[in-house]
């Protein structure tokens, strides 16, 4: 089974701040780990995904992932936060090897950049 | 591409009614989701399908709940009756082989009074 688990609901920095959100799961298999973001009022879209490609993932608008399988971590990094940044950011896993097409999501952390 | 098209976007209703969602997913994605939305219990996968078929509806909540696929570019989700617990933001989503991530439409914001 899998599960994840995103550490603090909310988080604050100040613009041009580093972002870090974190995010561990738990999976009996190699995990598919993604994370999305979700501005208000609308549908998730889609940062940035691990495939069991490379360990460091880059996504959109300057973000990036490393994969920690020794601390089944998936952390969330942005080294200087912008005002557009501010949304709810949901981490997610699904068992890479099985293809069943199931994610699980984590409860979100919503990010508040101040100026 | 259009993205994963949801209606209506916003449906008010009284309790007892019935309410009807519609998805249009991506041309070519092979799997379709349907997911709910509260503050209470976040992000709650109800139902998906596979090539038009349902995989798993264990998390429907109740058997007022249904769900279909008649072909492969729409899907409905049907409350019948309808009760303000199922108040929420409800999102549909679709992707290609499944494990690769998904797109999701807008949703829909269901109140129910």
């Known amino acids: ?115 | 591409d259009a993205g994963v098209i949801q209606s209506p976007r916003h449906e008010v209703t009284e309790m007892g009614q019935e309410v009807t969602l519609r998805c249009k997913p991506i041309s070519g994605h092979d799997y379709l989701f349907w997911y709910r939305q509260t503050m209470m219990r976040g992000l709650e996968l109800l139902i998906y399908f596979n090539n038009n078929v349902p995989i798993d509806d264990s998390g429907m909540p109740e058997d007022r709940f249904s769900a279909k696929m008649p072909n492969a570019s729409f899907s409905t989700l049907k409350i019948q009756p309808s009760e303000p617990r199922d108040s929420a933001v409800y999102f549909c989503a679709s992707s290609l082989q499944g494990n690769y991530g998904y797109t999701f439409g807008s949703g829909t914001r269901l109140t129910v009074v």
């Open chain 1, 1 to 115: 089974a899998q599960s994840v688990t995103q550490l603090g609901s909310h988080v604050s920095v100040s613009e041009g701040a580093l972002v870090l959100l974190r995010c561990n799961y738990s999976s009996s298999v190699p995990p598919y780990l993604f994370w999305y973001v979700q501005y208000p009022n609308q549908g998730l879209q889609l940062l940035l995904k691990y495939t069991s490609a490379a360990t460091l993932v880059k996504g959109i608008n300057g973000f990036e992932a490393e994969f920690k399988k020794s601390e089944t971590s998936f952390h969330l990094t942005k080294p200087s936060a912008h005002m557009s940044d501010a949304a709810e950011y949901f981490c997610a896993v699904s068992p890479g090897s099985s293809n069943t097409g199931k994610l699980i999501f984590g409860q979100g952390t919503t990010l508040q950049v101040k100026p």
